[in-house]
Nanobody, 113 residues
């Protein structure tokens, strides 16, 4: 079935940036729609961004203009560039290969001064 592993989370100040990585093994990631989700305590899981095999992207309204999703076929890795981070972006971020039903374990992003 393959697996996904997120990395790149951490602690950042408001207004800062992080780049999250989601490395796939055992399958071709770009053959599926890829998506980033986030979940914070007491809140529902939210789909942050998605990218189709054709490269079409979409974003949650709350992150439009600040986050960019991309897929690198050479290293079989999906990325989420996160700019102008806000406290409300604090969450565990998870990646998914939607068509394969494969999920990563998550990486913590904390935005705090």
């Amino acid at each position: 079935q393959g697996q996904l592993m997120e990395s790149g989370g951490g602690l950042v100040q408001p207004g800062g940036s992080l780049r999250l990585s989601c490395a796939a093994s055992g399958f071709i990631f770009s053959s599926s729609t890829g998506a980033w989700y986030r979940q914070a305590p007491g809140k529902e899981r939210e789909r942050v961004a998605a990218i189709t095999p054709a490269g079409v992207t979409n974003y949650a309204e709350s992150v439009k203009g600040r986050f960019t999703i991309s897929m690198n076929r050479a290293d079989n890795t999906m990325y989420l560039q996160m700019n102008s981070l806000e406290a409300e972006d604090t969450a565990v971020y998870l990646c998914s290969a939607v068509g394969f039903g494969v999920w990563g374990q998550g990486t913590q992003v904390t935005v705090s001064s």
